[in-house]
Structure formats: C-alpha cells, structure tokens
C-alpha cells in the first residue's frame, strides 16, 4: 500500500505506517526497484488488492509491461538489473522466512549492490510490504478500484 491509501477513520498506527511510507519514499531505493519489489512480495503473499495498486504505480512510473508479466520469472529474464536481481532475491528470501532462514548468498549478494544505508532502507521496504499484505488480507480489502495519484477516474 502506499501514502495515497487511505482508511476510515486513520488509526494511529495507519498513520504510523504511512509515516514509514514516506520515509522509504524518501530513500536512495529506487523506485522503479521498490514498485517491483512491493508487486513480487504481494504475489508471494496472494494480497490481490496490493498486486492491482502495485502494478497500476508501476505502470504509473515507467515500468514496462514486459518487466511486470514476467516478474514471477525473474531469475529467468534478461529484463532486470543485478541490483534488482539482488534486490528481488532478498524480497522473495525474507517474504518466505518461515519456510527457511534467508540464505547468507541472498544477504551477500545485497551487500554487494547495496551499501548499508540503501541495504537498510531495502529491509524496511520489505518488511513495510509485507506488513501491508497482511494488514489489507486480514481487513479484505477489495481489489479493482485503486488508481494511481494524477490517474484519469
């Protein structure tokens, strides 16, 4: 979800979430990487309201249509940088951490496109999207009506 999201009335802790939001907007993750990474944690996590708002914000930044069909692909395309490979294996690794401890390869593979500030920024918007998931599942939220900031109604 995103600071555009609103609920009614705002909870304190929404508002505390949309401050983190703002937060991670603000951070040297591009966001490019950070759409891709929201819409590759909302698939892991089957949140079909956050897969509708994340790919509509992606397609709204510039994301291209390619990218975002074949990103449960990802490791087998062409289409995505080594920082968003590095980026995407770290989301997928620290989504399905109840499966399995994420993998020291996943961690290292990070730390070698990231520096700890973006490294950081990284873990909190992975963790943020996650925490969206659950928040929108557990309140089933509907998909379909979201549209991005400046979209045509």
């Known amino acids: 979800m995103s600071a555009t999201t609103t609920a009614s009335p705002l909870s304190d802790t929404y508002r505390a979430m949309l401050g983190v939001e703002r937060a991670i907007a603000k951070s040297r993750i591009e966001l490019s990487l950070r759409e891709l990474i929201k819409l590759r944690v909302s698939q892991i996590n089957g949140c079909a309201f956050c897969i509708d708002m994340h790919w509509k914000d992606a397609r ?4 291209t249509e390619q990218r975002l069909y074949s990103l449960p692909a990802w490791r087998e395309c062409p289409y995505y940088s080594e920082r968003e490979r590095a980026g995407l294996l770290l989301a997928e690794e620290l989504t399905r951490i109840a ?3 994420a993998s020291e390869e996943a961690i290292e593979h990070a730390h070698d496109h990231f520096d700890a500030q973006e490294l950081e920024d990284l873990l909190w918007a ?3 999207i996650n925490t969206w998931n659950r928040i929108s599942i557990g309140s089933r939220k509907t998909p379909g009506d979201y549209q991005p900031a400046g979209a045509a109604h």
Do not use: L, Q, R
């Open 99 to 101: 499966d399995k401890p």
């Open 60 to 63: 709204a930044a510039g994301e």
């Open 126 to 128: 992975i963790a943020a």
